[in-house]
Nanobody, 118 residues
Framework: QVQLVESGGGLVQAGGSLRLSCAAS????????MGWFRQAPGKERDVVAH????????DYADSVKGRFTISRDNAKNTLFLQMNSLKPEDTAVYYC???????????WGQGTQVTVSS
């Protein structure tokens, strides 16, 4: 059974940084693409970033380009999201996801709250 566990969320002031982690188990981590998503109160869940199986390719939502960096450590079965220059509009629950292809994610974590104060 696939399990994804996010950590690293919290409360930070605008302009600050956080690093999210997602520990994966139950499937061969390096065989799946990974993504970070977020959902703000009253809004739909949106993609933040994707990363390829090897980590050699990544893509970002326009709203986070240049501020966030997605990475993965296949030896440690862990996905990361480095978030810099945080803004209040980045406040949301952040989820990691695993899937066979981009847009076809079939395993999700429980989410971690990120709150950015102005």
């Amino acid at each position: 059974q696939v399990q994804l566990v996010e950590s690293g969320g919290g409360l930070v002031q605008a302009g600050g940084s956080l690093r999210l982690s997602c520990a994966a188990s139950g499937r061969t981590f390096s065989s799946y693409v990974m993504g970070w998503f977020r959902q703000a109160p009253g809004k739909e869940r949106d993609v933040v970033a994707h990363i390829s199986r090897s980590g050699g390719f990544s893509d970002y939502a326009d709203s986070v380009k240049g501020r966030f960096t997605i990475s993965r450590d296949n030896a440690k079965n862990t996905l990361f999201l480095q978030m810099n220059s945080l803004k209040p509009e980045d406040t949301a629950v952040y989820y990691c996801a695993s899937g066979a292809t981009y847009g076809n994610y079939d395993a999700w974590g429980q989410g971690t709250q990120v709150t950015v104060s102005s």
